[in-house]
């Protein structure tokens, strides 16, 4: 089947970076994206990564290796706002059947 | 103002009630899909559709149906709701299925008792 991994939680402190992994079959991958979800809220997007490499969005960045099927999403200059959960999301193949990870909580301390 | 809109916001409805969650997209998008998301399993795809009359399965599509008969709508139905759909589902949609993600809905917060 089609599964992806990524940590459960992590913790950082304001103005610092973190990185957040996911790794994923390979099996009909197409694309990596990353949502971003805040308590009560619905996820939005923040980034898509269909070659392998960086792509940069103002303080987040994601990347991509498709030879070890695995990603990840930098968040630098963190902010209490950033405290959120983020998902990655494979696209498959054959109609883009787009298939997300458990979630990765985020808390930002002062 | 761009947007996909779900309702209701919040259902609470009795086993074997059918009912109906609609969804309506603004964009012009080709892509539409369903989510279920429940505490520990992120999001789980229940549906999905590439165009009119395109609809296929996602991993959890028991218990549920879909169409779109109209590229802006796509509504999502639980024919015989029971307790094990009670959850927190998404409508979202999508220009590319790929470039640029999926815009979702509000939510609809379903309570089968």
């Known amino acids: 089947g089609q599964s992806l991994e990524q940590p459960s939680e992590v913790t950082a402190v304001e103005g610092a970076i973190v990185q957040i992994n996911c790794t994923y079959q390979t099996s009909g991958f197409y694309g990596l994206s990353w949502y971003q979800q805040h308590d009560g809220g619905a996820p939005t997007f923040l980034s898509y990564?269909?070659?392998?490499g960086l792509e940069e969005t103002g303080r987040f960045s994601s990347f991509l290796s498709r030879s070890d099927s695995y990603g990840y999403l930098l968040l630098q200059e963190l902010q209490m706002k950033d405290s959120a959960s983020y998902f990655c999301?494979?696209?498959?193949?054959?109609?883009?059947?787009?298939?997300f990870g458990a979630g990765t909580r985020l808390f930002v301390k002062a | 103002e761009a947007q996909v809109t779900q309702n209701p916001r919040y259902l609470i409805t009795v086993t074997g009630k059918k009912l109906t969650v609609t969804c309506s997209q603004n964009m012009n998008h080709e892509y539409m899909s369903w989510y279920r998301q429940d505490p520990g399993l992120g999001l789980r795809q229940i549906y999905y559709?590439?165009?009119?009359?395109?609809?296929d399965k996602g991993d959890v599509p028991e218990g549920y149906k879909v169409s779109r008969k109209e590229k802006r709508n796509f509504p999502l139905i639980l024919e015989s709701p029971s307790p094990n759909q009670t959850s927190l589902y998404f409508c979202a949609s999508s220009l590319s299925g790929t470039v640029g993600g999926y815009t979702f809905g509000s939510g609809t917060r379903l309570t089968v008792v």
């Open positions: 999301a494979v696209t498959y193949t054959g109609g883009f059947k787009t298939i």
């Open positions: 990564n269909g070659l392998d």
């Open positions: 559709s590439m165009n009119v009359e395109v609809t």
